[in-house]
């Protein structure tokens, strides 16, 4: 996947290591035999999950498969000298109470804001005197007007009320994010006490009732209806809803045609960094940075974090959660056991989801196996104590379920199709736009630190990108977000070089005609996304010293996202809130007690957010002082 260039060895020999190797954390050390809380995975839920547990004093311990903490959240030298947001690779959603309660910032978190945001070069015929068009937007709204103009002086003037409608509908979902979705399964069977308890849970959505008011059904139309329906009420000029439609297809399997992308796009404008609504920025040292702060957080008060630990199996004693397993056979006991991994691994391959009539169903087989008594040690491997008491039936045998069959086919179930190819490039000079040439000397100008779209002047472009994935092959102009971090952070790339992310869709996870994504196909479309950012800026194929290429397949490989999916599941209405990820089961806890989703599969969602995992350690929290 990965195809590095010659000629820098000079520059890269020079290079300092810096501290974002401090990363890679304990991969030697032995586990204890027991602790309070095991998280599986080092994902930044995890971490985040860890962080919160440890400074209340609950014991904690992290278990990392990878030799790197992060999950999507990491920075990797894939090519020497070449630092990368090897998956995710912006910053803005990260709930501000988790910098602030975490300390991350005393921890070595620093953010690169960037202002302008978003640039959309147009593909089309200049002058002599003057460039093609394009869309620059930031902060600044009355130059927004002066960009927008550019296409339609309607669209300018109506732009600043678009925003604040988009700005209203986001603080209202706000504190949403925060807190566990409404306890349904609480009202449905509940304890009168458990019952009232309950009544809290609504608390915020009456609160986002109170801020929408008058104009909820407006609002409803943004959540459920097709963005370009949403937009086309707003704008006449396609390169500005095209712009902004990419938010709510960015990262899914959906046309902006699909009803319910609106909440994609409001996902993606709800964030904030240092006080600013709606700004996004980059990690100083890459997303691992972020990682490497929030685990020296948790292990600032005591918690342990482990890599090269694979979780092979969820421990069950009891009918309720006991620790795990590591895939070395060793055992690690716990009161709790919180899954960073996406609900499919989680529930359908880590946990035994019954014990009948003396077999083993689940826990990583498909089949189970035959026990004597209450050991059964698959492929000769010394394994827990699955069940310790035990309920006969008429004929004597054992007999029970940990996970009920509705909530294991709905786990089954779920949408985790993923458009998205990410290519990590290493370039020797800035791309230079025909829209926007290069200074003279080759230093970053504004419009390099964005989120730079291309292919993305017309919705109709996106709509047949979409078409192309929906019919097995990858689109033949694909939808490219490029963004080059070390614009604004020189510490990436040797001197002079840059590292970019070429954030890409659509792509199916698995191909038409029988083919696969064997290399040949990987750098097929490598070729055909940089064919078209020659177009839009000629000579950037020149500039490229090595690319590391990751489809559907590769991402869910390496990164455990199912299908490739960055959310951990789609972000569709009906996997949202009290449904995500399943009805009557999103408030963290599962129908196996002890057992907690922490990740991107769960409450509210995914993105770098931490919310999953904030508040999975306050649900856990609360459960603890009953045990």
Request: proline share 7%; net charge positive.
């Amino acid at each position: 996947m990965a195809a590095s260039g010659r000629g820098l060895r000079r520059a890269v020999s020079a290079w300092p290591w810096p501290a974002w190797r401090r990363a890679h954390w304990e991969a030697t050390g032995r586990p204890k035999p027991e602790y309070d809380a095991v998280v599986i995975g080092a994902g930044h839920n995890g971490l985040v999950a860890a962080a919160y547990l440890q400074r209340t004093g609950v014991n904690t311990a992290v278990f990392e498969r990878r030799h790197v903490i992060g999950g999507a959240a990491v920075t990797e030298e894939i090519i020497p000298g070449f630092k990368f947001s090897r998956a995710s690779y912006l910053l803005s959603l990260l709930r501000p109470q988790i910098y602030t309660d975490l300390e991350l910032k005393k921890h070595g978190l620093r953010v690169h804001l960037r202002n302008p945001h978003s640039f959309t070069p147009m593909l089309e015929e200049g002058t002599r005197s003057k460039a093609p068009r394009s869309l620059l937007l930031g902060t600044d709204m009355a130059e927004n007007q002066r960009q927008i103009a550019q296409f339609s002086q309607k669209d300018a003037q109506a732009f600043p009320k678009y925003e604040a409608f988009m700005n209203r509908l986001a603080s209202a979902i706000d504190p949403l994010l925060d807190a566990a979705p409404v306890d349904m399964e609480a009202f449905r069977r509940g304890s009168l006490l458990q019952r009232l308890r309950a009544l809290s849970t609504l608390a915020p959505l009456l609160q986002a009732g109170r801020i929408l008011g008058a104009q909820l059904p407006q609002y409803y139309q943004v959540l459920t209806a097709p963005i370009t329906k949403v937009l086309d009420q707003w704008f006449e000029s396609e390169p500005l809803k095209a712009t902004l439609a990419t938010d709510a297809v960015i990262g899914a399997m959906t046309s902006p045609h699909t009803p319910g992308s609106g909440y994609v796009l409001l996902h993606h404008v709800m964030g904030g960094l240092e006080g600013m609504q709606g700004a996004w920025g980059y990690v100083q040292g890459g997303m691992g940075a972020l990682s490497d702060a929030i685990a020296t957080s948790a292990t600032a008060h005591g918690a342990s974090i482990f890599t090269e630990k694979t979780v092979a199996k969820v421990q069950v004693s009891s009918g309720r959660v006991r620790g795990v397993v590591l895939q070395d056979g060793s055992e690690v006991r716990s009161k709790v056991v919180l899954s960073n991994a996406e609900p499919q691994t989680t529930f359908l391959k880590l946990t035994p989801q019954e014990l009948r009539n003396g077999v083993i169903k689940g826990a990583g087989t498909a089949w189970g196996r035959r026990c004597k008594g209450q050991v059964c040690p698959p492929l000769g491997k010394p394994v827990l104590l699955f069940l310790t008491s035990q309920t006969g039936n008429k004929q004597g045998r054992a007999s029970q379920e940990w996970l009920p069959e509705e909530f294991t086919q709905r786990i089954s179930q779920l949408d985790i199709r993923s458009p998205v190819t990410k290519i990590n490039v290493a370039v020797n000079r800035l791309p230079d736009f025909l829209a926007a040439p290069n200074a003279p000397r080759g230093q970053p100008l504004p419009h390099h630190q964005c989120s730079i779209h291309l292919n993305c002047e017309d919705t109709h472009l996106l709509h047949q990108a979409f078409e192309d994935a929906m019919d097995g092959r990858p689109s033949h102009r694909p939808m490219i977000e490029l963004c080059i971090p070390s614009s604004l952070d020189p510490t990436l790339a040797p001197p002079g070089c840059h590292v970019v992310s070429l954030f890409t869709q659509y792509t199916p996870y698995t191909l038409a005609g029988g083919k696969v994504w064997d290399e040949q196909e990987r750098n097929a479309y490598a070729d055909k996304v940089f064919d078209c950012i020659e177009a839009y800026a000629p000579g950037f194929k020149g500039s490229v010293v090595g690319r590391d290429i990751l489809t559907p397949p590769d991402l869910e490989r390496i990164f455990g996202l199912p299908g490739g999916n960055i959310f951990h599941g789609a972000m569709a209405l009906d996997q949202l809130y009290f449904a995500r990820p399943t009805p009557l089961h999103a408030g963290h806890r599962c129908p196996l007690p002890g057992l907690y989703l922490c990740g991107s599969g769960a409450h509210p969602g995914g993105g770098v957010m931490g919310a999953a995992g904030r508040n999975a350690a306050h649900v856990v929290l609360e459960d603890l002082k009953s045990l």
